[in-house]
T-cell receptor, first 119, second 108 residues
Framework: DSGVTQTPKHLITATGQRVTLRCSPRSGDLSVYWYQQSLDQGLQFLIQYYNGEERAKGNILERFSAQQFPDLHSELNLSSLELGDSALYFC??????????????????FGPGTRLTVL | KNEVEQSPQNLTAQEGEFITINCSYSVGISALHWLQQHPGGGIVSLFMLSSGKKKHGRLIATINIQEKHSSLHITASHPRDSAVYICAVRNTGNQFYFGTGTSLTVIP
């Protein structure tokens, strides 16, 4: 158990709908990262937050948005869902992660993932 | 063009064998990560490197910054090592890039 929790575990919805995925980081971790893993594209980095502020942005679609709240939990909002959005969505957390230069405080702990199925 | 290339894609080994998985990358990096993903889907971070070598139990990870290459070694492999091993890099612009993974099966 990494200490990172994600809800829900599974989500089945229809095209055009909107869903919210939730992530609670390990106690004391200030950075949260979101990743998407699909069969055809593998793992992709979506976005990173550090202490409530956006730190880095990856391949996140405009239909997707995220935020990190004052209690440090994070939500990933996916809207106007398409079949191709079906994937595993992971969040990870780290103590720091600002500089990313390989310090032990940058070690990421992954949550169990949310499996999203868009029908 | 993939920023991170891993080889081999698939690897089958007998229990006890020494295993090497390779990772080459094409971008300037601040750190390289080795991840392990088990059949159930969970991901564990094994190593994070910015230089040199790290060892944890039977696992060893090395990185050569000049050659933009990293290796993950497993000594005395065991069936419980069967998993997908993924190389990831964080570039100097704070972007993460992932290899497609190496699927390892260790046969008793």
């Amino acid at each position: 158990d990494s200490g990172v929790t994600q809800t829900p575990k599974h989500l089945i919805t229809a095209t055009g709908q909107r869903v919210t995925l939730r992530c609670s980081p390990r106690s004391g971790d200030l950075s949260v990262y979101w990743y998407q893993q699909s069969l055809d594209q593998g793992l992709q980095f979506l976005i990173q937050y550090y202490n409530g502020e956006e730190r880095a942005k990856g391949n996140i679609l405009e239909r997707f948005s995220a935020q990190q709240f004052p209690d440090l939990h994070s939500e990933l909002n996916l809207s106007s869902l398409e079949l191709g959005d079906s994937a595993l969505y992971f969040c990870a957390s780290s103590v720091d992660g600002r500089a990313g230069v390989g310090r032990s405080t940058d070690t990421q702990y992954f949550g169990p993932g949310t499996r999203l199925t868009v029908l | 063009k993939n920023e991170v290339e891993q080889s081999p894609q698939n690897l089958t080994a007998q229990e006890g064998e020494f295993i090497t998985i390779n990772c080459s990358y094409s971008v300037g990096i601040s750190a390289l990560h080795w991840l392990q993903q088990h059949p159930g889907g969970g991901i564990v971070s094994l190593f994070m490197l910015s230089s040199g070598k790290k060892k944890h139990g039977r696992l060893i990870a090395t990185i050569n910054i000049q050659e933009k290459h990293s290796s993950l070694h497993i000594t005395a492999s065991h069936p419980r090592d069967s998993a997908v091993y993924i190389c990831a890099v964080r570039n100097t612009g704070n972007q993460f890039y992932f290899g497609t993974g190496t699927s390892l099966t260790v046969i008793p």
